[in-house]
């Protein structure tokens, strides 16, 4: 099943200066759930294509060689999907709710669990790993963070709260999120509205 996302929006409320000082970690989320405007945002922001040169599409954050080892997961109570940029919509890989696992593969950090939407940031490391060798996977693990900083702000802007989670079992999330063997989990942003 594939789930077309509304068009995100250009524009914010906040001023980039404003999203960076008010940044901070949420680890206590109320009890809205994340509309479909808001995760369409937030996956934008994360890896969405924002323009075009010389043919190549180009997304949110740099990327060494323009490759885009990036796959971003997002967990809700419905289900798990993969963000497609190049059509801005997701796919379903799985139904039913998979938080309270997750919750349990990442040291029992109960704000995974908690949170009605829970991003995963994994990676393909041989795309950047084929051109660069082992120097790529440095820059695979940079481009999680400018991804997870996107994140950040963007949640700022909407006043929503996340946390970077860099404390898992790997195999164990993999597992939980039947992630195909070559994506690789690097961060877990659990995402709610901020109390
Ligand atoms: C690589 C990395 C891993 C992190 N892992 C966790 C984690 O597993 N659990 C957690 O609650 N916070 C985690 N954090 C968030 C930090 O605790 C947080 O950024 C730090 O305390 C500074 O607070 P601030 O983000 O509110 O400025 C991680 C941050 C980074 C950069």
């Known amino acids: 099943m594939e789930i077309k996302l509304p068009e995100p929006k250009r524009k914010g409320e906040l001023s980039v200066e404003e999203a960076i000082l008010r940044r901070r970690s949420v680890r206590e989320f109320g009890s809205g759930k994340i509309t479909l405007e808001e995760l369409s945002q937030i996956l934008w922001a994360a890896q969405g294509i924002t323009g075009e040169e010389w043919g190549y599409k180009l997304r949110s954050v740099p990327s060494a060689g323009a490759l885009y080892p990036m796959e971003i997961y997002a967990a809700t109570g419905e289900g798990v999907y993969r963000y497609l940029p190049e059509e801005h919509s997701l ?25 009605p939407l829970v991003i995963v940031i994994a990676a393909v490391f041989k795309k950047t790993k084929s051109k660069y060798g082992e120097r790529g996977a440095r820059y695979v693990y940079a481009e999680a963070g400018h991804a997870s900083q996107n994140i950040y702000l963007q949640c700022e802007s909407l006043g929503l709260g996340t946390v970077a989670v860099g404390a898992f079992y790997d195999e164990a999330v993999q597992k939980v999120l039947k992630l195909p063997r070559n994506h690789k989990p690097i961060y877990i942003m659990p995402v709610g509205r901020k109390l």
């Open 91 to 115: 796919k379903q890989v799985q139904k039913g709710d998979v938080r309270e696992e997750l919750y349990r593969a990442s040291l029992h950090q109960d704000f995974i669990r908690d949170a």
